[in-house]
Structures are given as C-alpha cells and as structure tokens.
Nanobody, 124 residues
Framework: QLQASGGGLVQAGGSLRLSCAAS????????VGWFRQYPGKEREFVAV????????YYADSVKGRFTISRVNAKSAIFLQMNNVKPEDTAVYYC???????????????????WGQGTQVTVSS
C-alpha cells in the first residue's frame, strides 16, 4: 500500500513537496508515478521515475517546475513542486507498478498500486 502526503494550501509561486512511501514493501524495482485529478476528470499524468536507471519524465505542463526524485534507503518518492500555479490545484496520487513497458508509464490504468491521494490547493 502506498501513502501519499505533503499536500496543502499554498500561494501561487510557492512550493510544496509531496511524498510517497510504501508500507510493508520496498519500491525497489518499481516504476513510480505521480498523477493528479481534477473534479469530474480522469487522472492525468504528472511525472514518473523508473527505479532502474532513474529515468524521469514529466508532463509538459509541469516541466521545469516539478521534480520527481527518490531516496533509495527509505524507498520513498518525492515530488518537489516549485512555482506552483492555480491550475495545479488537484488531488495528487502516487502509483507504482513493477512491470510497465516504456509506452505504458503515462497511463493511470496501467498501474497496480495506488496511494490515497493528497489535496493540493494553490491560491492566486
């Protein structure tokens, strides 16, 4: 089970750091992604990190502002959100899967394990 945390209320231009940790398991070998969901919308891709090789990919809307990283020893994944904008307001989820091929890492339904979501609200 994944646990996402770190959400909250922040002013536009500010920063937040989201955390994703696994309880009872290690994230070693998993692809871990962050997705966000607006009310009434499907979850959309934000960022992903491949454990093997540490490759990172970002949605165009967050590129240059968000950074995904990992801490191997703690088996935790972070999403550093800088220069946030009101349109970043959403519920953020972390997700993990062990067997995704490269073309599948951007699609939420392909992930087997999900955290409970953490609300991020950016005020203008």
């Amino acid at each position: 089970q994944l646990q996402a945390s770190g959400g909250g209320l922040v002013q536009a231009g500010g920063s937040l750091r989201l955390s994703c940790a696994a309880s009872g398991r290690t994230l070693s070998g998993y692809t871990v992604g962050w997705f966000r969901q607006y009310p009434g919308k499907e979850r959309e891709f934000v960022a992903v990190i491949r454990w093997m090789g540490g490759y990172k990919y970002y949605a165009d809307s967050v590129k240059g502002r968000f950074t995904i990283s990992r801490v191997n020893a703690k088996s935790a994944i972070f999403l550093q959100m800088n220069n946030v904008k009101p349109e970043d307001t959403a519920v953020y989820y972390c997700a993990a899967d062990r067997s995704l091929i490269a073309s599948s890492i951007y699609d939420a339904p392909n992930y087997d394990y999900w955290g409970q979501g953490t609300q991020v609200t950016v005020s203008s």
